[in-house]
């Protein structure tokens, strides 16, 4: 049974730095590509970073240049650092986990919300 385990989200102010967790379990997790979404209520679910298998990291615009994402393959866990939050920011973050960037198991979420 794959199971992702998202931790971290949390209530930040606007400046501020969050790091998110996800512990995978039940895949492949060298060979897995892992992302982490997230989705703002009445928007739809956008990337914010993935890390291939191989741990090349890709990171969507809004993001770029504020996050980093990494991953310990003894541990299967994939981190998102992110700093200089933003109030636009907030939404629901989601772990991801698949192949050839496509994901096709999710985390339950965890929530992020940035005060201005």
């Known amino acids: 049974q794959v199971q992702l385990v998202e931790s971290g989200g949390g209530l930040v102010q606007a400046g501020g730095s969050l790091t998110l967790s996800c512990v995978a379990s039940?895949?492949?997790?060298?060979?897995?590509?892992m992302a982490w979404y997230r989705q703002a209520p009445g928007k739809q679910r956008e990337l914010v970073a993935l890390?291939?298998?191989?741990?090349?990291?890709v990171y969507g615009e809004p993001v770029k240049g504020r996050s980093t994402i990494s991953r310990d393959y003894i541990k299967s866990t994939v981190t998102l650092q992110m700093n200089s939050l933003k109030p636009e920011d907030t939404g629901v973050y989601y772990c991801?986990?698949?192949?050839?960037?496509?994901?096709?198991?999710w985390g339950q979420g965890t929530q992020v919300t940035v005060s201005s």
């Open positions: 039940g895949i492949i997790f060298v060979n897995s590509d």
């Open positions: 890390i291939t298998a191989g741990g090349t990291g």
């Open positions: 991801g986990a698949g192949v050839r960037a496509t994901m096709s198991h």
